[in-house]
């Protein structure tokens, strides 16, 4: 084997304990529960959907910008750093939309975070919750249980 191959073969081998992806998703946060699980009783699938264009920085401790990105049309984004501390800041989002106030780790567009973890980011709209809108859910559910409690018959 040759020197220089040793060294790719090494690389190949290795180098992903050198390098880490920080990912997750940007998602519109319709329940306000702070994440993308457990929507309108579903705890095993993300329901809700992503919010793209978002623009994800990551920062070294030194405060040196080491990755940017804008999530995709389903709100994910993946950043590609090295082993190390770094804080992520979520920015640019429609301005219709605010950052959810719910969840123990969703609450802030900046976090603090290791390479390889997952960061999820939920937004809001206003808007959605306005007494004319729950008027309006709450049609839409009472004729959706009237049309079961049809079916049942």
Do not use: C
């Not at 809700?48 to 990551?58: D, N, R, S």
């Not at 780790?105 to 980011?121: I, L």
């Amino acid at each position: 084997m040759k020197k220089g191959s040793r060294y790719l073969f090494l690389f190949l081998v290795f180098g992903s304990f050198l390098f880490g992806n920080i990912s997750g998703v940007v998602f519109r946060d319709l329940p306000i529960n702070g994440s993308v699980y457990g929507t309108y009783g579903d705890n095993n699938t993300s329901v809700e959907p992503g919010v793209q264009g978002v623009t994800v920085k990551a920062f070294d401790i030194s405060g040196n910008e080491v990755a940017t990105t804008t999530t995709d049309e389903n709100g994910n984004y993946t950043l590609t750093t090295s082993a190390g501390n770094y804080r992520i800041e979520f920015s640019n989002w429609p301005s219709y939309l605010e950052e959810s106030v719910m969840g123990a780790v969703n609450n802030s567009s900046v976090r603090f975070v290791s390479d390889g973890d997952s960061v999820d980011f939920g937004l809001h709209n206003p808007d959605d919750f306005t007494q004319q809108k729950i008027q309006q859910w709450l049609h839409q559910y009472i004729l959706m249980v009237q049309q079961v409690e049809i079916l049942e018959i």
